[in-house]
């Protein structure tokens, strides 16, 4: 079967095995003539990066780079980043990356032409229509790995660097004009990567799917979002060069992007202030949290689920579902207990204020108090 395809929902998509070289033309319909590639400090010296480089150079598209991004990119990154779209000149941003160089390039583009403080366009009502939408920079996305799903989305998280909490930035027009999908740029990510990538792009649709707002596109794409992660994380999790399997995850994950247009949830509310407090990967402290979300939204979305188990191939029903998650995780080598990444039960009561102030909390099928984060939290460490 040809993994190969050319689509247009949410966006222009060229998703295929070998298209990274397809990346001056990508730049070229979104109309950019001097892009400026933004990645992490981590994949800034990789073979694929200097690939795409090389590309864009032998195009006569420059070979501009910045790589000062952190793995829970904040304001002073964004700030840097935008300092050196405009010394360069550059009319267009290429994120590159996972969700932290995705999202920073974003925003690049995004504030290169505005002149409020970012905070000031949180995604808070309709702070968006602040920004002046003719000043925002095209974009091109290019993931190299699969989970986030950020290249197909309208947002950006930015993490506070003073007060260490993570703020949603949205703006219709942060939505990449074009994305380049090449699983072969997947292939090198480290297991542990490959685990925490793709159970982000799972709890994506878990928590999609758990939503009580009416969607029923991105129900179903949640649902058949599942069902990719279920049989494909696996099989790269085992053999990082299988490139069917990548394809599969890298749609997974776009899937899952597209999909939370509906609603995220408590499992994103407890993860994104354990990602700004102590740095840890987001994918991984999403599936940490995910048993123990799916047993406090139990009555809620128990008949839902009923449904995704059958769905799956997973027999129990709600409670078999719940028994795969747990499973899926060990398999996966995820720690069963935020502490082991480092967060300390002490913060519980400092974190749950966080949490509760996460837009995510809008989408969870049960009405979420500040006593119920701590308890979560508590049932998490």
């Known amino acids: 079967m040809m993994l190969t395809g050319n689509w247009t929902y949410p966006t222009a998509i060229r998703f295929g095995a070998g298209r990274l070289k397809e990346l001056p033309e990508a730049c070229a319909e979104a109309g950019i003539a001097r892009p400026l590639l933004v990645t992490d400090r981590g994949l800034a010296d990789l073979p694929i990066t200097a690939a795409a ?5 032998a195009a006569g598209l420059g070979r501009a780079l910045f790589a000062e991004v952190d793995p829970n990119p904040n304001e002073q990154n964004l700030a840097a980043g935008v300092a050196a779209f405009r ?12 969700g932290s160089g995705l999202d920073l390039g ?51 998280v930015i993490t506070n660097a003073e007060t260490h909490e993570k703020k949603i930035i949205f703006h219709p027009k942060v939505l990449p004009r074009v994305v380049l999908c090449d699983p072969e740029l997947t292939v090198g990510m480290p297991r542990a990567i490959t685990a925490g990538t793709g159970l982000d792009a799972f709890a994506h649709c878990v928590e999609a799917f758990s939503s009580p707002h009416y969607h029923p596109m991105s129900q179903g794409i949640a ?19 299988d490139l069917e399997a990548r394809a599969h995850m890298m749609s997974a994950a776009m899937m899952g992007s597209t999909a939370f247009q509906k609603g995220l949830g408590a499992i994103h509310a407890l993860s994104h202030p354990i990602g700004a407090v102590f ?70 009561d400092e974190l749950a204020e966080m949490a509760i102030q996460d837009p995510s909390c809008g989408g969870n099928p049960v009405a979420l108090t500040v006593e119920d984060l701590r308890t979560l939290f508590q049932r998490c460490m």
């Open 223 to 241: 649902l058949e979002g599942m069902r990719l992660v279920k049989e494909y994380l696996p099989r790269a999790y085992a053999d990082g060069a």
């Open 279 to 348: 740095n840890a990967h987001h994918g991984t402290t999403n599936a940490i949290c995910m048993p123990a979300v799916l047993a406090f939204n139990a009555e809620a979305i128990r008949e839902r689920f009923d449904s995704v188990a059958a769905y799956l191939g997973i027999e129990g029903g709600f409670e078999g579902f719940q028994a795969f998650v747990q499973d899926l995780n060990d398999r996966m080598g995820i720690p069963r207990t935020l502490a082991e990444l480092g967060a300390s039960p002490e913060s519980i």
């Open 106 to 156: 974003k925003m690049v583009a995004f504030m290169s032409g505005q002149t409020r403080p970012v905070w000031d366009f949180e995604d808070i009502g309709d702070w968006w229509t602040r920004a002046d939408a003719e000043a925002i920079a095209p974009i091109v996305a290019v993931p190299t790995t699969a989970g986030t799903g950020s290249e197909v989305g309208r947002a950006s």
């Open 87 to 98: 010394a360069g000149g550059h009319d267009g941003v290429i994120a590159f990356g996972g």
């Open 53 to 57: 480089l090389d590309t864009l150079e």
